[in-house]
């Protein structure tokens, strides 16, 4: 079958994401920990952002997790704050400040275009709330060739369930093993196998290195700008 669909994933894939994220992962931290840098430091360094050598830990959850399972493992540092309060706060750094340090990878708009162009129907499957995945691509003015846009809160479940992508496929009409996901971590390839997609795609723009992807990709791409020759080369049938 044809890939008719791609679902990608937002940070690491669409998004920069260490020049996105580590500078509100640091405010986040900084307010939680009510101003004192050492907590705030061991409170990143926990979660997986060593800000000595400006990277995130792969699979980590400032890597993949949810505002919310953020939340509860910064939860100690602020225990009489409720959970969900810390959740939206964190949820709402990431749609003010996460909007102003957006970095697109590059050829962005240019990529998601292409595949347009291919009459491929286009989805987002983030870890992030649905309102910051529209504040932090809104710049980017490629939202209005999306179908479908989920985030954690969308009511389809969280990564590596398989219910972001079925969403998809109901929203568009397309079938599993007529859709790729693309992403940046190993949770999307763990959703897309969940899934039962044509093509699991992973990008070397995000947190996560070849040997981590490769085990559960079909590809690893250095980034999404090689997309749409892979789909063609796919679709025509010569793929391996």
């Not at 996105?20 to 931290?29: D, F, H, I, Y």
């Not at 699991?200 to 981590?212: E, F, I, K, P, W």
Request: hydrophobic share 40%; glycine share 10%.
């Amino acid at each position: 079958m044809p890939i008719r669909g791609i679902v990608f994933d937002k940070d690491g894939t669409l998004l920069d994401f260490n020049a996105t994220w580590m500078p509100v992962n640091r405010a986040a931290a900084l307010f939680i920990a009510g101003g004192d840098p050492e907590i705030a430091a061991c409170m990143l360094e926990e979660l997986g952002q060593n800000d000595k050598t400006g990277t995130v830990t792969s699979g980590s959850l400032l890597a993949s997790g949810t505002n919310l399972q953020i939340a509860e493992a910064w939860h100690k540092y602020a225990p009489e704050k409720d959970v969900e309060v810390l959740a939206r706060l964190i949820d709402g750094l990431g749609k003010s400040a996460g909007a102003y340090t957006a970095r697109a990878v590059p050829h962005l708009k240019t990529t998601i275009g292409a595949l347009v162009a291919r009459r491929i129907r286009i989805g987002l499957a983030t870890s992030d709330s649905h309102a910051s995945a529209v504040e932090t691509l809104g710049p980017f003015d490629i939202l209005k060739d999306f179908d479908f846009v989920c985030g954690y809160d969308s009511g389809h479940g969280i990564k590596p369930g398989p219910g972001m992508v079925l969403g998809f496929c109901q929203a568009t009409g397309c079938r599993p093993d007529e859709v790729c996901v693309v992403g940046d971590n190993a949770h999307d390839m763990e959703m897309a196998l969940a899934a039962k997609v044509a093509l699991r795609v992973g990008v070397l723009t995000g947190t996560s290195d070849a040997d981590h992807l490769a085990p559960l990709a079909d590809h690893v791409l250095a980034s999404i700008a090689d997309l749409p020759k892979l789909i063609d080369t796919y679709n025509s049938g010569e793929d391996d």
